[in-house]
């Protein structure tokens, strides 16, 4: 017999807190394990088989911790490593489990956010090579037409607590005014990092009022809602006690300065050292 787990919420740092919170503000009944691999981070500018690798043995630890799901909140594991999980591993490391990311929910809506139809999407180097924001959307708004910009040095500076700092004005100036000198008729753009929305200030200063700025959080946890909702045999092996556990690959006391930022609450983490295995 399966026996029950938490949800585990996976992101290669912090990140993935941003999706968290939301998640636990609108399904707070169900148990959840955090992992951030923070000794590893970033990802956004590793290689496939890299990002993959470490992913993939993340999500066994969630396994073997019980998890009968797992989220992968982080755009650059989801656009680099889901599929190949989902379709070569999981009938190896967890046929009853599954596995979900961040893309497929935020494409299935961000085209309604748009009047002009003209999106811009702001990720990591890894996300934004991957085209998986525009194959995605392509498939639910073929008529929305995407424009899309890498930040490489936007998680760094977050991770390094920099974000508030004149360095991060310089670079976030540079990457929004690459994006918008795309097209002038942008009016929506999506943070396809879950680090991202911490720079939401700031990028607001170099954008014109009327331009929306998306976040992922809200959408993947109504997302998640619904998915539990039509998928009653993953939903009875949830846990629901309302208890959060944090993981992180570095350290701990790091992680827990770290963390409130993003949560919006302090956070209590433990160690997990992959790195040995
Ligand atoms: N939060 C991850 C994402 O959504 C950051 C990736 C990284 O580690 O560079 O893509």
Redesign the pocket.
């Known amino acids: 017999m399966q026996t029950k787990g938490a949800i585990g919420i996976f992101?290669?740092?912090?990140?993935?807190l941003t999706v968290l919170k939301e998640i636990v503000h609108q399904l707070p009944q169900y148990n959840y394990l955090y992992l951030g691999d923070n000794a590893r981070?970033?990802?956004?500018?590793r290689s496939f088989e890299t990002v993959y690798q470490y992913t993939l043995q993340c999500v066994k630890w969630f396994f073997e911790q019980g998890c009968p799901l797992v989220i992968l909140?982080?755009?650059?594991?989801?656009?680099k490593a889901l599929r190949t999980i989902q379709q070569n591993d999981l009938n190896k490391i967890g046929p009853s489990k599954r596995v979900l990311g961040?893309i497929r929910p935020t494409t299935e809506v961000i085209g309604n956010y748009s009047q002009t139809k003209k999106i811009g999407i702001l990720?990591?180097t890894?996300?934004i090579q991957s085209n998986s924001y525009l194959i995605e959307l392509e498939k639910f708004f073929p008529d929305i037409k995407v424009f899309q910009q890498a930040c490489p040095m936007w998680?760094p500076l977050i991770?390094n607590n920099e974000h508030h700092s004149e360095g991060a004005d310089f670079f976030v100036k540079e990457y929004v005014d690459a994006l918008l000198n795309q097209s002038t008729a942008i009016d929506t753009i999506l943070l396809?990092?879950?680090?991202?929305p911490l720079l939401t200030d700031k990028i607001k200063e170099y954008i014109p009022a009327h331009t929306k700025i998306i976040s992922q959080g809200e959408i993947v946890a109504k997302s998640l809602g619904n998915y539990l909702q039509r998928h009653p045999e993953i939903e009875n092996n949830c846990l629901k006690e309302g208890k959060i556990d944090f993981f992180t690959t570095d350290s701990t006391a790091d992680f827990d300065n770290h963390a409130a930022y993003f949560f919006g609450k302090k956070v209590v983490s433990k160690h997990l050292d992959l790195l040995a295995e």
């Open positions: 992101d290669s740092g912090y990140g993935g981070a970033p990802y956004g500018n909140a982080c755009n650059t594991a989801s656009a961040v990720g990591t890894g996300t998680v991770e396809a990092c879950t680090h991202y």
